[in-house]
């Protein structure tokens, strides 16, 4: 019996078999208004992370909470050649300013509930117990790509990048591509 973590021997095949596919092409889009491109340690970790996962980074923005310029951004990502997914980080909170999570959930055509779940869970019993419920991370598909957001903070990035995107962004391309 294989352990929890593993799957079943469907998926370990599925993702023996995207394991073998081109790397996964990201665009990396901070959510910020307190943020300068140096002072962006969140962006730098999820860049470090996907090639460190021997995916490529082909663009990463700042982008202020501003509506307007996280849809044009964002927009912008889906709509460029080359791109299989667009990570964002920050905007996932219960603050006036967080956005978001409001600007990308219109643009998804599949909602992966899953991904939200799983990364409160981990946030509750890794990190932050009870204020996990406070996040609204979420991910889903959009025009043919993997779209996650995550919040803004160093550890919520490093935790749902290495627990969770990494690890199972060519499994989600290779079933979004089927």
């Known amino acids: 019996m294989t352990a929890p973590h593993e799957g079943s021997a469907s998926t370990a095949e599925h993702r023996r078999d995207a394991s073998q596919r081109p790397a996964v092409r990201c665009v990396v889009l901070t959510v910020s208004d307190s943020r300068t491109v140096s002072t962006d340690e969140s962006g730098a970790l999820m860049e470090r992370l996907l090639v460190e996962g021997g995916h490529v980074v082909v663009a990463r923005h700042l982008v202020p909470n501003d509506d307007a310029q996280v849809h044009s951004r964002l927009v912008e990502a889906l709509e460029r050649d080359g791109v299989d997914a667009v990570l964002c980080t920050g905007?996932?909170?219960l603050g006036s300013r967080d956005?978001?999570?409001d600007v990308v959930r219109p643009l998804l055509e599949k909602e992966l509930p899953g991904f939200g779940e799983l990364f409160r869970m981990l946030s509750y019993l890794d990190q932050i117990g009870a204020a996990a419920m406070l996040s609204r991370a979420l991910a889903g598909t959009a025009r043919g790509k993997f779209v996650a957001v995550m919040p803004g903070s160093k550890?919520?990035?490093e935790l749902a990048m290495t627990r969770l995107i990494?690890?199972?962004l060519p499994h989600a391309?290779?079933?979004l591509r089927r």
């Open 155 to 157: 550890a919520a990035v």
């Open 166 to 168: 990494v690890p199972e």
């Open 173 to 175: 391309l290779r079933e």
């Open 91 to 93: 905007g996932t909170g």
């Open 99 to 101: 956005r978001t999570v």
